[in-house]
Structure formats: C-alpha cells, structure tokens
C-alpha cells in the first residue's frame, strides 16, 4: 500500500445519491463497502464530512441570515451526516468513532486529537464533525487541518469528477485532465479545488491532495494502492 493513514474528504452533496436533498442510505452503503476495503487492507482512515446536503451557512447567509448562525447550522448538518456514516460503518462491521468539534456527548465524542491517533492506531475509522467548530472556515480547511493533526499522509477529496480539468468538465467538453499538478500552478491557474485557507494550510505543511471520483466503487482503494487515479496535487 501506497498510504498507511489517509484523510477522506467527502461532500453531504455526495450523500444525496441520486435525490434532490437528504441522505441516500444505497450511496451510504456504498461508501461503507469503500471504506471496509481499505480497513481490510490495514489502512488507517480518517474522514471529514460535509453538510451541503441538509443545509450550508453560506447559502443561508446569502438569503438574509445571519452568517455565523448560517455557519453554526451548517455544522450541526455534519454531525447529522457523521452519525448517518458511522451508522452504515458500523453495519458494515466496521468499528467507528464520531468525533465532533462542539461537545454533544449523548451522540458522539468531543474531538481530542490523541484520542482520534488512538483510535485509528486501533484500527477504528473516526469521522471528524462540525468542521473546525468555528465560523467562515469551511470543512475543506477543517479537513487538511484534521489530517495535520492526527498525522495523515494524504488528504483524499472524493468528489463526482475524476479528477482537476483545465475548466469544468461538465460544461466545457474541451477541457484536458491534470494528472499531477503543483500548489504553485493551481494558484497560479486560478483552479478551485479548496477554498484558499484550507489550499494554503495544505501547500504550507506539504501535505498532498488527490482529487478523484469516489462514486465509481473500488477508486479508493486504487488510489491508496498507487494507482494513477485522479489527480495529484503537491510541491
């Protein structure tokens, strides 16, 4: 194996399968069976959550409300979307710690970073909710700042694309695929990938990004086993 302790990054979006909002329990098996493959590998994996799929506190901000309530509310979404994940995890048979930036200790764990090591030194998955715990930073940064802490080796960014195109592939048909790619070109291209805080803390600590399609089964296990999927972002 190519990585022996991964941070994945998935979107609530990706939750929602095939519906319009909510979460879509086939695609919560899905990514189960994704992440029992890896466990079954002796690979260590961290996940960050989003919470687009229920609600986003820039889009709310955007409609007249008050954007820390907005950010507050968006974080409460990723705990929703943690607990829905540890669920299916655990159904799986796979042994799951919920972790949350803010205490809410009837449902899951207050994020201690030498508990979460412990954890996966153990062998457990554990997914990190409700961000950083604070306002205007998205999961994105709470994901690269997640995998500093606890020591991952790469953070993986499963989205619907299989990878960075030179503009967006679902619109523009001519666009070409990175298959590596340096901090400095992304910034330098203008390509969003993160947002530029969790970008800019991922370049600085040289921590690498691969951006694949985690909705084609089996892509992040390849991905760890080094197989040239997606694209790879680094110094």
Same mark, same amino acid.
């Given at each position: 194996?190519?990585?022996?302790?991964?941070?994945?990054?998935?979107?609530?979006?990706?939750?929602?399968?095939?519906?319009?909002?909510?979460?879509?329990?086939?695609?919560?098996?899905?990514?189960?069976?994704?992440?029992?493959?890896?466990?079954?590998?002796?690979?260590?994996?961290?996940?960050?959550?989003?919470?687009?799929?229920?609600?986003?506190?820039?889009?709310?901000?955007?409609?007249?409300?008050?954007?820390?309530?907005?950010?507050?509310?968006?974080?409460?979404?990723?705990?929703?979307?943690?607990?829905?994940?540890?669920?299916?995890?655990?159904?799986?048979?796979?042994?799951?710690?919920?972790?949350?930036?803010?205490?809410?200790?009837?449902?899951?764990?207050?994020?201690?970073?030498?508990?979460?090591?412990?954890?996966?030194?153990?062998?457990?998955?554990?997914?990190?909710?409700?961000?950083?715990?604070?306002?205007?930073?998205?999961?994105?940064?709470?994901?690269?700042?997640?995998?500093?802490?606890?020591?991952?080796?790469?953070? +993986?960014?499963?989205?619907?694309?299989?990878? @960075?195109?030179?503009? %967006?592939?679902? #619109?523009?048909? &001519?666009?070409? /695929?990175?298959?590596?790619?340096?901090?400095?070109?992304?910034?330098?291209?203008?390509?969003?990938?993160?947002?530029?805080?969790?970008?800019? +803390?991922?370049?600085?600590?040289?921590?690498? @990004?691969?951006?694949? %399609?985690?909705? #084609?089964?089996? &892509?992040?296990? /390849?991905?760890?086993?080094?197989?040239?999927?997606?694209?790879?972002?680094?110094?």
């Amino acid at each position: 194996m190519k990585y022996k302790r991964i941070l994945l990054k998935l979107s609530g979006e990706a939750l929602m399968g095939d519906q319009s909002y909510g979460i879509d329990p086939k695609r919560l098996a899905e990514y189960a069976q994704d992440v029992k493959e890896l466990h079954d590998q002796g690979i260590e994996v961290a996940i960050v959550i989003g919470g687009g799929n229920i609600f986003r506190g820039v889009a709310g901000a955007s409609a007249g409300m008050d954007r820390v309530q907005g950010d507050y509310m968006g974080m409460l979404a990723t705990v929703i979307n943690g607990m829905a994940l540890q669920g299916a995890f655990e159904q799986a048979g796979l042994e799951t710690r919920l972790q949350s930036a803010h205490k809410i200790e009837a449902v899951c764990e207050p994020y201690i970073k030498r508990k979460a090591v412990r954890h996966l030194e153990k062998g457990r998955v554990v997914i990190f909710s409700a961000g950083t715990g604070n306002p205007y930073f998205t999961t994105d940064t709470a994901c690269v700042l997640r995998g500093i802490e606890v020591g991952a080796e790469v953070i +993986l960014k499963g989205t619907r694309v299989d990878g @960075i195109y030179t503009a %967006d592939p679902e #619109k523009d048909p &001519n666009a070409t /695929k990175f298959e590596y790619i340096s901090y400095q070109d992304v910034l330098d291209k203008g390509l969003k990938i993160m947002d530029t805080t969790a970008f800019t +803390l991922s370049q600085e600590n040289e921590l690498p @990004i691969i951006v694949f %399609d985690m909705n #084609k089964r089996g &892509n992040v296990l /390849k991905v760890c086993q080094g197989e040239n999927i997606g694209t790879t972002v680094g110094k």
